[in-house]
């Protein structure tokens, strides 16, 4: 956990690492699964210094863990696609839609 966090994070820290290692993820990816939560929830509440357009602007973490989890699952938001993008280097990226953005990187 970042320092800082108050007691209520270190809570949802814990509970989100369990639940993640009773559905068979390693310790590892347990504790990153759950890093990335409530990192996630701190940036959206104010509670980071810093944050990224996707943490504060995107839907909350148990939003999208429940559309994520039945049928008719849509992937990755546009945002996250187009941060992939421009980390790979994505010529045009600006101009593409969700699905041109999923055809070049290969999703």
Known sequence: ???GSGSKRERQYEHIKESAQDR???TGR???IAARTVNKERA???ESKSASRT???DM???ERG??????????P??????EEAKRRGVEGRSHMNKSQLQRALGK
């Not at 938001?77 to 187009?82: M, S, V």
Request: net charge positive; hydrophobic share 10%; no cysteine.
């Open 1 to 3: 956990m970042p320092r």
């Open 24 to 26: 068979g993820e390693s």
């Open 30 to 32: 347990a504790k990153e």
């Open 44 to 46: 959206r509440s104010g």
């Open 55 to 57: 943490s504060t602007k």
């Open 60 to 62: 909350s973490s148990g």
């Open 66 to 75: 429940g559309r994520r989890s039945g049928k008719g699952s849509r992937g």
């Open 77 to 82: 938001t546009y945002d996250q696609l187009y």
